[in-house]
C-alpha cells in the first residue's frame, strides 16, 4: 500500500482523506438510520394511550423526545393536545423539519466527496501528465521519471473514481432512507393528530 501512494504521488493525499471522510460518514450514518431507532414500533400507540391519561408531566416529554426522531414529533403533539387542530399540526410540522434536518445530517459532505473525487483524481491526473511531460529533457525522456508519471496520472484517476463511486451509491441510498422515514413520521404524526381531535369532539 505504502508503494502505490509513494508511486500515486502527493496529489493521493487528499484523495486518501477524502475516502477517510466518506467511510467515517458511511460508517455512522449506517449505525443511525435503522428503522428501529427512527421509528419504534410500539412508540405511536404508547404515546397515544399516554396522551389519554391527560397526565404527562415535563420528565415523561423530555424522555419521549430523547426516544427518537418519531418521538421528538409526537412530544411536539403532546405538547399542544389542548390548542387548535391547526396549532398541533403546525407544532408537529416544526418539530418534523429539525428531525428531518438531523437524518440528513453530514449527507452534504458526502455528496460533495462523491462529486469532489474524480475531480481530484484528475487534478493528480494532470499532474502526472505534467511530470511526464517535463521528463523529457534535451538528450531523450527518463525512463523512470517517465514510469513515474504514468503511474501518478492513473493512479490518482483510477483512486478517485474508487472513492467516488460507493460514496455516491450510498449518499443515494441514505436519501432515500430518509425521505422513507420521513413520509412514515407524517403519517404517523397525522394519525396522532387525528386520534386526539376525535377524542377531544367525542368528549
Known amino acids: 500500500m505504502l508503494a502505490i501512494i509513494h508511486a500515486a ?37 404508547d404515546v397515544i394511550a399516554l396522551a389519554r391519561t391527560g397526565s404527562v408531566d415535563a420528565e415523561t416529554l423530555s424522555q419521549l423526545e430523547q426516544n427518537s426522531p418519531l418521538g421528538r414529533v409526537l412530544a411536539a403533539g403532546v405538547r399542544n393536545l389542548d390548542a387548535s387542530r391547526e396549532a398541533m399540526k403546525e407544532a408537529i410540522e416544526e418539530a418534523g423539519r429539525a428531525a428531518a434536518h438531523q437524518l440528513e445530517r453530514y449527507l452534504t459532505t458526502l455528496g ?22 517535463g521528463a523529457t529533457g534535451g538528450v531523450g525522456a527518463d525512463p523512470l521519471q517517465v514510469a513515474h508519471g504514468i503511474s501518478v496520472a492513473l493512479y490518482n ?45 367525542s368528549g
Open 9 to 45: 504521488g502527493w496529489p493521493i493525499w487528499f484523495l486518501l482523506a477524502a475516502s477517510v471522510i466518506a467511510m467515517t460518514i458511511i460508517i455512522e450514518r449506517l449505525m443511525y438510520l435503522r428503522a428501529a431507532r427512527i421509528l419504534p414500533d410500539a412508540l405511536l400507540p
Open 112 to 133: 460533495t466527496v462523491a462529486t469532489l473525487a474524480p475531480l481530484m483524481g484528475l487534478f493528480g491526473t494532470v499532474i502526472g501528465m505534467i511530470e511526464l511531460f
Open 157 to 201: 484517476t483510477g483512486f478517485g473514481l474508487a472513492v467516488a463511486m460507493p460514496a455516491l451509491v450510498f449518499h443515494r441510498h441514505f436519501h432515500a432512507l430518509v425521505d422513507s422515514f420521513v413520509i412514515d413520521m407524517e403519517q404517523q404524526a397525522v394519525r396522532f393528530v387525528d386520534t386526539m381531535t376525535s377524542q377531544r369532539n
